[in-house]
């Protein structure tokens, strides 16, 4: 049990990097390769989590810094975990100091420590309570991320084998590890790799293998039960982007993005601008009557809602037609006999759109009750009652577009009080003219100001491009208006 519960989310500590190289013989490296670099973590041949790596040089060294999460089930033991981890390295990749939040079974923790003079000097934070521990060692101890990287820096004689200490943030201690060269070999798909391995988890294999660059390629525990590839980021967008969406799944931790300063009662707020650091300048800017977007600088943006946004643009109307957001489509079956049904149920007796409107929000926030895994299409949560903030906001467009009012499926972020901005889904009705921001899980017409929309569309697709910023942007308030 011990080896399932600990070892698998120290697996993807181990990771270096993702792409490979042209094929070329195997020599010692002066450096690791510094890029960003994504990987699928893998059970059963069934996606489970993912990690992004991303090693940088700094005046004395590198930084490594890694997010990621797993949810597995294996041999009958559960493993669960999120992680975001800041490490920094000399030359030789000794580890100088690091910053690790992690939440392994629910239990989070962080802890910030500095390596001087054969000492780790650990401060360590778990539910609001600080506690410090210092851990002695002699030698150099490396992080997990610096494990497949050290043997290429040094000698891939095959046969040679290194003993090297590494620092476990999960269970607070030093331990030796066991890197043994077994030679030029290739993946399951063919790539030139050196294959390494090691015994950082008890009794097990921990297989390896590396391009000639330092990319990891590939690891496998237990001859392949638990596989952790590196993949392109367009794999895992749809994957990462559906999962953050959920927000209550593990990558809760990964995704949430505090704000400087924070804002306090959220709900009281009238309007709302913002500043957001770390953004991708190739997604676009979505703006109309309920939000302005704009750049104020190279991977920046400034967006503004509610009272921030001037009178002329907040009063502004939509001129184009609206058509297509009144036809069904895939997971919105607005011309299904059911939806159809319940949306004239809801709608009789109402004044206006506005009326229905709120109707409609109100009957979704009831009728379903929130998960965390997501409910499908409209019609199969209509029936299920189950579903996470996409299966709200998929069923209540469906509603609305049945009634005839025009209304699209977005996603962006949301402020929750004491935490931060999360990742999230709602819906943006056409009424009087004007988008107006609705979200049916949380049953709010309008929508409080801190719902910031990034991207349009229900698929999962259209909701990829979240992982260019997920786990990147930060926030800063510029205004907050009560």
Sequence with gaps: MRIVLCALIAMI???????????????????????????????????????????????????????????????????????????????????????????????????????????????????????????????????????????????????????????????????????????????????PAVKLRNNLYPFVNNDI???????????????????TRAEDPEHLGSFVGGVALAKRDLIYDFSLVRSEPPINDSKKLTGLSVEI???????????????????????????KTGRTIPETTAQAKVATPQEKYLKPAEKIESDAPEIAAKAKELAAGRKGPEEIVKALAAWTS????????????????????????????????????????????????????????LYHSWAESLLDGRWVAIDPTYDQVPADPTHLKLLEGQLPEDMAPIITIIGRIHIKVLEAKY
């Excluded at 299409?377 to 299920?384: D, L, N």
């Excluded at 577009?401 to 901005?421: E, Q, W």
Aim: charged content about 25%; glycine content about 10%; aromatic content about 8%.
């Design 13 to 191: 500590l181990t990771l270096a990097a993702v792409f490979p190289a042209a094929a070329a013989p195997f020599k010692k490296l002066d450096k690791p390769p510094l890029s960003e670099r994504w990987f699928g973590i893998y059970v059963d041949k069934e996606r489970v989590g993912f990690y992004r790596q991303a090693i940088s040089e700094t005046p004395d060294g590198y930084r490594m810094e890694g997010d990621g999460s797993v949810r597995m089930k294996v041999m009958g033991f559960a493993k669960e975990a999120a992680m975001r981890e800041t490490y920094l390295v000399g030359k030789d990749l000794a580890l100088h100091s690091f910053d690790v939040e992690q939440t392994v079974n629910g239990s989070a923790s962080r802890l910030k420590g500095l390596v001087a003079n054969n000492i780790i000097r650990i401060k360590s934070v778990i539910k609001g309570k600080s506690t410090e521990k210092q851990l002695k060692y002699k030698g150099e101890v490396y992080p997990g991320p610096a494990l497949n990287l050290y043997p290429l820096m040094h000698d891939v004689t095959p046969g040679k084998s290194y003993y090297v200490q590494t620092f476990d943030p999960e269970e607070v201690k030093v331990k030796e590890v066991k890197i043994s060269i077994l030679g030029e070999d290739k993946t399951p798909d063919s790539q």
């Design 209 to 227: 293998w590396v391009d000639n660059q330092g990319n990891t390629l590939l690891e496998s525990v237990r001859e392949g039960l638990v596989i």
């Design 277 to 303: 650091s770390g953004w991708n300048d190739s997604l676009p800017l979505l703006q109309d009557g309920s939000q302005t977007a704009e750049k104020s600088g190279e991977g920046r943006v400034v967006i």
């Design 366 to 421: 009831n009728w379903l009750r929130d998960t965390v895994d997501d409910g499908g299409g409209a019609v199969a949560s209509f029936k299920s009652r189950n579903g996470n903030c996409q299966t709200h906001a998929r069923l209540y467009t469906a509603l609305a577009r049945a009634a005839g009012i025009p209304t699209r499926f977005v996603s962006g972020l949301v402020y929750l009080d004491g935490k931060g901005f």
